[in-house]
């Protein structure tokens, strides 16, 4: 009996060693609307190239600067939705929004997201933005592995998924919109769910 309630304490508190070095209060929530913000952004650009004089982008062009701009909300409306319902999570949860673990994991977060995001404005300038689709992918997956290390574990499996999505799309550049859509929007309605479903519903 001793040695049960020995093992047991010893699980009690690896579990909360566990908690203390992971930010563990991201909202699945925020996942699923980060999708739909993409998704109606992606629909939106689709349908301002479509019915424009051209059927693709130039980049000095009036509908290239709409996509950006469209792009920009989309991140703009992403994060602003993820920040509000993390805080309101951890508030419920009692836990602390801003400590050594999530500035942790925001600096994980942001290295290969920064680093990424420079690299293809570099691209973009020398206009080459057949991949530029394929490497947002994949440098986003980049970020989330980095930062599963301080989080939820399971947002590396999301990574995974976004690095494997991004290859693909190098591989095929004139579908590199599509596989955007799938990876920035439906992976994180469906991420997003599961993660819902498992962490946020009592």
Request: aromatic residues 14%.
């Amino acid at each position: 009996m001793e040695s049960k309630d020995y093992l047991k304490d010893l699980s009690e508190i690896k579990d909360l060693m566990n908690k203390s070095s992971r930010f563990i209060s991201l909202s699945g929530l925020s996942g699923i609307l980060a999708g739909t913000y993409a998704i109606i952004g992606a629909a939106i650009a689709y349908w301002l190239v479509s019915t424009s004089n051209r059927d693709y982008l130039i980049l000095d062009g009036y509908i290239f600067r709409l996509c950006v701009l469209i792009l920009i909300l989309v991140a703009f409306l992403s994060i602003v939705t993820g920040i509000y319902l993390t805080t309101k999570k951890a508030k419920k949860n009692g836990a602390k929004i801003w400590d050594s673990t999530s500035k942790r994991l925001i600096i994980n977060f942001l290295i290969p997201l920064v680093v990424g995001g420079l690299y293809i404005l570099i691209i973009l300038d020398q206009q080459k933005y057949g991949q530029a689709g394929a490497l947002m992918l994949i440098f986003y997956g980049l970020a989330l592995v980095n930062a599963s290390k301080y989080s939820i574990g399971d947002i590396r499996y999301l990574g995974y998924i976004e690095i494997i999505l991004g290859l693909i799309a190098a591989m095929f550049p004139g579908y590199g919109f599509w596989f955007w859509v799938i990876g920035f929007g439906l992976m994180h309605i469906i991420y997003g769910t599961w993660m819902h479903l498992k962490y946020d519903v009592n």
